[in-house]
């Protein structure tokens, strides 16, 4: 073994150490989901070049 390569032993258990973590920092606000706008109505009926190659119901490969 190298030197390094084993973590020293802790005196506090990670529990408490979480609960200090979070006791000191606080906990972070989940970010809002961006959502994009809406088209202007004059480009609404325009297709995308997905929609003109795979048609409406199917999606790019690796998307869900």
Same mark, same amino acid.
């Given at each position: 073994?190298? #030197?390094?390569?084993? !973590? =020293?032993?802790?005196?506090?258990?990670?529990? *408490?150490?979480?609960?200090?973590?979070?006791?000191? @920092?606080?906990? #972070?606000?989940?970010? !809002? =989901?961006?959502?994009?706008?809406?088209?202007? *109505?004059?480009?609404?009926?325009?297709?995308?070049? @997905?929609?003109?190659?795979?048609?409406?119901?199917?999606?790019?490969?690796?998307?869900?």
């Amino acid at each position: 073994m190298s #030197k390094g390569s084993r !973590p =020293r032993q802790s005196i506090v258990s990670q529990e *408490e150490l979480a609960a200090r973590h979070t006791e000191i @920092f606080g906990k #972070k606000e989940p970010k !809002p =989901r961006w959502v994009p706008p809406p088209l202007p *109505e004059d480009m609404q009926g325009i297709k995308s070049s @997905f929609e003109q190659q795979l048609g409406t119901n199917k999606l790019p490969p690796g998307r869900t």
